[in-house]
């Protein structure tokens, strides 16, 4: 933590949220996931996945793509909690996991683009 001693006492809020301050693995998970989301394919790919549920081929088809390619994205994603996935056979489904940060995300994807997702 920092030296709190250090701190000018203009007023006593940075002291306070110093003291509620999240840990840097906190931040770093936080910046990972937005360097994550920042590369516009991946961004594509979870807005398509927030408002629905899509095999690899369609996701591929929608961001013309091919699967292997896809497939690496949705693995990233995966790996930071913001997709689930399912098997059926041969296909593997994903749609956006149902984690506190991915629901944010959602949402924060819809203002950002000013849509509503359609009523299933």
Partial sequence: MTDIKELH??????????????DDKAFEKVSDTFALISDPTRLKILWLLCHCEACVNNIAVAVNMSSPAVSHHLRLLKQAELLSSRR???????????TPEAQLLHRSIDDIFDINCPNN
Avoid: I, N, S, V
């Fill in 9 to 22: 006492r203009h007023c006593g809020d940075t002291e306070k949220m110093l003291h509620q301050m999240p």
């Fill in 88 to 98: 059926e056979g041969k296909e593997m489904y994903y749609k956006l996991a149902e």
